[in-house]
């Protein structure tokens, strides 16, 4: 197989010239091309004036080697197609069927690959299936009860159901992994269009389909899944994990569990901790959701061809003069901010995109780092409580709703009282507050010194009439249940800390890919087991 790579054509260019550009590069004839396909597209924007599609396609053709040599083209390289290899099984015996405890990408992808080679399974998911689950939020955001076990952080599809949506992935990773988890996407419902887009996203509307249906292709191929249904203890028995309960009541006996619990469990994480199972604390990041006008952004980066590309995204960085790192994170182009609460008396917010990404507005979080020094205790679970305290002040700043304040009120410390050209695209109510009663003042420093850093990257970016939304603490897993590098299992015998809840991956695509490598780390040890003999 032949690679061409930078391939650029002009945004209204058709599918024949693509190929006959491929043909050119080669020196042969578009007719001599038995194959074509588009490995990557992105967007050259860095002339305003002549913005370009840029490709990367694989071909083959007759006598590659021959016609490799004649092209003599720095952009073409002879490759061989990369294709994703489950090991083979063990043959450590298992007596009971695995537990994947969550039903998130990790938990999901986990299961997929353990259940398409014959291994029996069963998933744990504390909250509803995702139909169920989605009419519980729309009616939470409508101004009904929050339900602490299913909401935009738990059930079926976990914290990534309620967002944008975005697979890419900055996670290295040589055994196509990340190409496997976007053909079970696209096998599954998803636009086949995320193989080869530069910065593919499903969108939340798309994605609750696409998991209904990863679900059915589970249980067709021998897994079951158990929802509303929170693992409330762990039994051990010699240093090993002999059983699960669920609900306090049922228990399940297992040789493996495996703990794709998200990084919003805090609850497990204190069982995880009177199980003396080894937890760690880690940095993560905390700010507001920022608001600005969709064609602001789109204007910013194509200039006069805003009108005929999709909705831009950005990524702005900026090391404050205190050392701090502010950044965007979780970027939503014609996005929603949402309140994403999991707890009673707390509020958080993320972001969430429909696949066409059409909302007036771009939203991302925007973030400053902080280390478990910051957390007031050297207590494992510190900044699980650090976390809760500023939720905590959200929700009593804005009286139970989103707390909004614009960015030029929130630097000069008053209360926002009307807005100005931009208008919050929420889901669930919002209304006036001083975020500045949320952080610490160091931390809104830091805020206010990066999106004016960011300003030098985008113009407008720290427009006054910019909007601020609070508050973004859930931006990774405050702890880490450590693992032994080589094998995946915790300090407990058949216990697998797995995904982000764990503190080994930071999005959808890394967290299903450590879900596949989970997988494949059971499957090297222990053979399949394709009855179901314990009951419950």
């Known amino acids: ?110 299961a997929y690959l353990l259940a398409e080679h014959g291994y029996a399974l069963l998933i744990l998911e504390r909250g509803e299936k995702v139909e169920e689950r989605t009419k519980t939020v729309e009616e939470f955001w409508q101004g009904g009860e929050l339900n602490p076990e299913s909401n935009v952080q738990f059930g079926e599809g976990g914290a990534g159901t309620f967002s944008d949506g975005k697979l890419n992935t900055l996670v290295k990773d040589k055994g196509s992994r990340n190409r496997k988890v976007l053909e079970i996407f696209v096998k599954m419902g998803a636009d086949p269009s995320i193989l080869y887009m530069n910065k593919p996203h499903i969108g939340t509307d798309v994605l609750k389909t696409v998991i209904q249906n990863m679900r059915q292709e589970i249980q067709h191929m021998g897994g079951e899944f158990l929802f509303q249904s929170k693992m409330t203890d762990i039994e051990l028995q010699e240093g090993k994990v002999t059983a699960a309960v669920i609900n306090q009541e049922k228990r399940v006996e297992t040789d493996l569990l495996v703990l794709a619990i998200g990084h919003s469990a805090r609850d497990t994480f204190s069982l995880l901790k009177e199980k003396n199972l080894l937890l760690e604390p880690k940095p993560f990041a905390v700010g507001f959701r920022m608001e600005h006008p969709q064609a602001m952004m789109n204007e910013n980066r194509y200039g006069s061809f805003a009108d005929q590309l999709e909705a831009a995204d950005y990524k702005v960085t900026h090391t404050t003069k205190n050392g701090r790192g502010v950044y965007s994170f979780c ?169 982000e809840g764990a503190g080994y991956a930071g999005g959808i695509t890394s967290a299903a890919m450590d879900g596949i490598r989970t997988a494949e780390k059971i499957a090297i040890e222990y053979g399949r087991i394709v009855e179901v003999l314990d009951e419950y």
Not at 341 to 360: F, Q
């Open 1 to 110: 197989m032949l690679r061409i790579n930078n391939i650029k054509l002009n945004l209204n260019h058709s599918e024949q010239e693509l190929w006959e550009k491929a043909a050119k590069a080669l020196k042969i004839k578009p007719s001599k091309l038995k194959a074509c396909t588009i490995r990557k597209r992105s967007i050259d924007a860095r002339r305003k004036s002549e913005i370009k599609y840029i490709y990367c396609v694989d071909v083959k053709v007759s006598s590659e080697n021959k016609v490799y040599k004649k092209a003599k083209n720095p952009n073409v390289t002879l490759c061989e197609k990369e294709k994703y290899q489950f090991p083979k099984s063990g043959n450590r015996k298992l007596y009971h069927r695995p537990v994947i405890v969550g039903a998130g990408p990790a938990g999901l992808f986990c």
């Open 331 to 499: 970027m939503c182009p014609g996005g929603y901010v949402v309140n994403a609460s999991s707890e009673p008396g707390k509020l958080a917010v993320n972001g969430m995109s429909y696949h066409d990404r059409a909302g007036k507005n771009a939203n991302s979080a925007i973030v400053v780092t902080v280390e478990p020094k910051d957390f007031g205790s050297e207590d494992v679970l510190a900044g699980v409580e650090f976390q809760r305290k500023l939720e905590q002040a959200a929700f009593q700043a804005g009286g139970g709703k989103i707390p909004v304040q614009l960015f030029g009120d929130f630097e000069e410390n008053r209360l926002s009282s009307k807005l100005g050209a931009v208008t919050p695209e929420t889901k669930g109510a919002w209304a006036f507050a001083s975020l500045r009663e949320i952080l610490s003042e160091e931390l809104n420093q830091s805020m206010i010194e990066g999106i004016h850093g960011f300003a030098k990257q985008i113009a407008g970016f720290d427009r006054q009439d910019a909007l601020l939304l609070g508050v973004e603490s859930r931006t990774s897993s405050p702890v880490r249940i450590v693992r032994d590098k080589d094998t995946y299992v915790s300090n407990i015998a058949g216990i697998y800390p797995c995904g």
